[in-house]
């Protein structure tokens, strides 16, 4: 009984469930006196091999019946079973083990072999403790063993795996090449430990160094890793270079080469390049992997072009090449980011059906899909069917349910979600996320007070809140006019030592800007940049808006001008904030100017800078320059508003134009503008003035009408209302 009680504690120190398969050995022993059963160290042996090489191996019972004979009865097994036992368990992986039998080697004064060494490298290595690792290092060397590359590249994937990739390359510097010579292994581990902390300049320069201190050519590997980090950091050029390098070299790119330079176009937004490297690869006789085909798909459903998608799905397919987690979970991301929910659920089911079994990141996807066009029936279906997969939903997935609640205005249903999360353990706790989603909810549907109590409750158990807590509220509070609320909580995050950031700062600012609080808006501006806080262009714009819409121009440019000197560099709404405030003060040569000058510093102009400039120029009746300005804005790729065409259309009226009316006008329907009651009196108006020698009915053509049930309003129906507002105007006698 005792040795039973004994062995029962060993086994639960070690999370091993006590069993009586565990005392398979010991309930043999029981039967006689230990010091008969022990005095033979071969039966010992015996009995902590088989342990180990069953078909089911009992790792854990070995160590316990080791532990028990050297602590208990003070025998020992052999030192070759002893080593045995190091190198079995770091083989199977069972590192915390091995390093335990280590242990009792030590006390036990068992000498370790050089495997067994070589094994204790791997285990420190892979319980993260590298510098252990090259302790052991030592004691080989100490021993007389001669070091071989293997421990070496051991040694070197524990440092670099651990952000020790300086001392890694180090310690490769500090070895007797005459001893032990580094090989391609050792350079690709410690350039991927490079890469990976984003040091690729020092990546490249190993790499030659060692090319000319070890003389040895990297390989297909090697440029890979550097493709993969140059590719990381937007070098998209100096990647493909490298392709070019390998060629000239007599390398031939594999497969793993083109999809990590596939993989980081398509990254960057290259897609199209990435696709004419597969058909490279193709050309050259180097079978795509299904890894290629997924890098290509998710680009293509990222840029929501679904035909290229399609396509390439389907020629992976006829390739032999099955689809797997990813390439699956690239379309579902695609297709639910374009609007096509429904469509994502489909090709969901159709990986069910095909056995793929999704992990959780497919299932938020998937999740985050639904939510985001309101579909909350299926994403709570989607949830249900999760669970009985098995799969347990993370904070990730409950936060997608809770934001997709709430901006569906369900934000009772959020609460409830929300308080289950706390209160049930089957579900899992939320995070400070999942209270800034729900207090933003409540928030935007004006459940202050119901949000306040989340906050206040989050605060008292002094868990749950960040300055995005503090921010949301606060911002909330200002907008609905309470200030003094809002300045209890500011006063209450600099009590919790919370920093406030840009965001904060910036929230702030333009609630009071928005209140017509300028003063205060200004006052505060001034003391946080005291404190240190650099504005941003946001809070810029907010104030110079604010300033701008109160008349106070001159302030307003002096922000600007601020901003200019450097104090912040301007961008596209601050240059429309102020040329539109010089407009407005019929200062049209000075909006000229601003607008000039923003070309001139790389901005380029948007939809909302030509509007008001086109509109100006057109009531002033500089229509040469309107129409350039026009002109400009169309081949820039943007859209003029009707408002742009109103005042066009306007400004060639009064100056007789009639040949420019009519082209706008056709324009205008090629591109299917939509007419409001503003545009169709300001088309009206334009036909009554045109030449009466002219056929209204032939010259005009048709066009949308923006209204309730959506119809179209041809040509002829806009002649009878010019008709029966002008009936001296002659038309066709058909109407």
């Avoid at 390998?246 to 937004?269: F, P, Q």
């Avoid at 309107?626 to 009707?642: C, H, Q, V, W, Y």
């Amino acid at each position: 009984m005792i040795i039973r009680k004994q062995i029962s504690n060993i086994c639960l120190s070690f999370q091993a469930p006590f069993n009586t398969q565990n005392l398979f050995f010991i309930k043999r022993f029981s039967e006689t006196t230990p010091a008969k059963v022990y005095s033979d160290t071969q039966k010992l042996d015996f009995q902590l091999r088989s342990l180990c090489e069953t078909p089911n191996p009992q790792y854990v019972s070995a160590v316990s019946l080791l532990n028990h004979v050297i602590d208990d009865l003070g025998q020992t097994p052999s030192e070759s079973t002893c080593n045995f036992l190091v190198v079995t368990l770091a083989k199977s992986k069972e590192y915390n083990l091995a390093l335990r039998v280590y242990s009792k080697m030590r006390h036990a004064q068992i000498l370790p072999r050089f495997l067994s060494l070589a094994a204790l490298v791997e285990c420190f290595v892979y319980v993260h403790k590298p510098k252990l690792a090259i302790g052991v290092l030592g004691l080989m060397l100490k021993n007389g063993y001669k070091v071989n590359v293997y421990v070496v590249n051991v040694i070197l994937k524990g440092l670099c795996e651990n952000g020790m990739v300086v001392k890694a390359i180090k310690f490769v510097w500090g070895l007797d090449m005459k001893e032990v010579t580094p090989d391609i292994v050792s350079l690709n581990t410690l350039l991927r430990g490079l890469c990976k902390e984003k040091k690729i300049q020092e990546a490249l320069g190993l790499r030659f160094s060692m090319e000319k201190v070890v003389n040895f050519a990297p390989n297909s590997y090697t440029y890979a890793i550097l493709m993969e980090g140059l590719c990381s950091e937007g070098r998209l050029d100096d990647a493909i270079g490298l392709l070019e390098e390998m060629r000239k070299k007599g390398l031939k790119a594999d497969v793993v080469v083109y999809s990590t330079l596939i993989n980081g176009l398509c990254n960057k937004g290259y897609v199209s390049r990435g696709k004419e490297l597969l058909n490279e690869m193709l050309e050259n006789g180097i079978s795509p992997s299904v890894v290629t085909y997924s890098c290509l798909i998710n680009g293509f459903c990222k840029q929501g072009k679904l035909k290229e998608t399609t396509m390439l799905y389907d020629d992976m397919l006829d390739r032999g090449i099955q689809p797997d987690i990813v390439t699956f979970t690239g379309m579902i991301g695609g297709l639910g980011n374009n609007g096509m929910a429904k469509k994502a659920m489909e090709l969901f089911n159709l990986m069910i059906h095909r056995g793929e079994e999704p992990g959780n990141i497919t299932y938020n996807i998937l999740l985050r899909a639904l939510c985001k066009e309101g579909l909350l029936a299926d994403a709570f279906h989607i949830l249900k069917l999760m669970i009985e997969k098995g799969k347990t939903p993370d904070a990730i997935t409950y936060n997608t349910l809770v934001k997709g609640l709430c901006e569906s205005g369900k934000v009772d249903d959020a609460m409830t979600l929300f308080d289950s999360m706390l209160g049930d353990e089957t579900y899992v706790q939320p995070d400070v996320i999942t209270v800034n989603v729900l207090i933003r909810g409540l928030c935007k549907e004006g459940y202050l007070d119901k949000a306040g109590k989340i906050h206040n409750k989050m605060v008292e158990n002094k868990s749950l809140v960040d300055i995005g807590t503090f921010t949301v509220l606060i911002g909330a509070y200002i907008k609905a006019g309470d200030v003094v609320k809002a300045f209890e909580l500011w006063k209450q995050l600099n009590q919790l030592n919370l920093i406030p950031d840009s965001i904060t700062y910036s929230t702030i600012i333009d609630g009071f800007c928005k209140l017509s609080a300028l003063n205060i808006a200004k006052g505060l501006f001034l003391r946080f940049r005291k404190k240190g806080y650099c504005p941003t262009a946001f809070d810029y714009n907010s104030l110079m808006d604010a300033l701008c819409k109160e008349g106070s121009l001159e302030q307003a440019r002096t922000l600007f001008q601020e901003m200019l000197d450097g104090s912040c560099e301007p961008d596209v709404i601050s240059y429309n904030i102020i040329i539109g405030s010089t407009l407005e003060a019929r200062n049209l040569q000075s909006a000229k100017e601003l607008f000039i000058d923003m070309s001139q510093r790389g901005l380029n102009p948007d939809a909302f800078t030509f509007s008001i400039l086109i509109n100006r120029l057109s009531k002033l009746g500089q229509l040469e320059e309107a129409k350039k300005l026009f002109e400009r804005m169309n081949a820039s790729g943007l859209t003029p508003d009707i408002t742009v065409y109103d005042c066009l259309l306007k400004g060639f009226s009064l100056n007789g134009e009639t040949e420019e009316i009519i082209e706008l006008l056709h324009k205008m329907a090629s591109k299917g503008i939509e007419l409001d009651l503003r545009l169709t009196s300001t088309i009206l108006e334009c036909l009554c003035n045109i030449s009466e020698d002219l056929n209204v009915e032939e010259i005009l053509p048709n066009f949308s009408k923006k209204n309730s049930e959506g119809f179209s309003i041809p040509c002829s129906e806009l002649l009878m209302k010019l008709q029966k507002s002008h009936p001296k105007l002659q038309l066709d006698s058909a109407l």
